[in-house]
Nanobody, 115 residues
Framework: QVQLPESGGGWVQTGGSLRLSCSPSRTALRIDAMGWYRQVEGQQRELVAV???????NLADSVKGRFTISRNKLRNSVYLQMNSLTPEDTAVYYC?????????WGQGTQVTVSS
């Protein structure tokens, strides 16, 4: 089993920035992809950003130009730099790892953006 503790969530005003981090409990992993999802209560969880094993990235249209996903290959950590935040970005953000076709999730970290 792989634990995915997240950090970096919190409260920020519109236009502010936050950086989310996710570092797995184990480092010897064969990771296919790492990413971030978010979920608003009562809505479906949606993809925010993903970085694949080859380093390519995909971001949701709603965050392009504002969010950046990156990784530390030695630590198998993944990061989400969030700039120009708006109230529409308020959600619980989940770290996701795909390892040998299995999905692993973090416990989620709350991001709240006030107007």
């Amino acid at each position: 089993q792989v634990q995915l503790p997240e950090s970096g969530g919190g409260w920020v005003q519109t236009g502010g920035s936050l950086r989310l981090s996710c570092s797995p409990s184990r480092t010897a992993l064969r990771i296919d992809a790492m990413g971030w999802y978010r979920q608003v209560e009562g809505q479906q969880r949606e993809l925010v950003a993903v970085i694949n094993i080859d380093g390519s990235t995909n971001l949701a249209d709603s965050v392009k130009g504002r969010f950046t996903i990156s990784r530390n290959k030695l630590r198998n950590s993944v990061y989400l730099q969030m700039n120009s935040l708006t109230p529409e970005d308020t959600a619980v953000y989940y770290c996701n790892y795909r390892i040998l076709s299995r999905e692993f999730w973090g416990q989620g970290t709350q991001v709240t953006v006030s107007s």
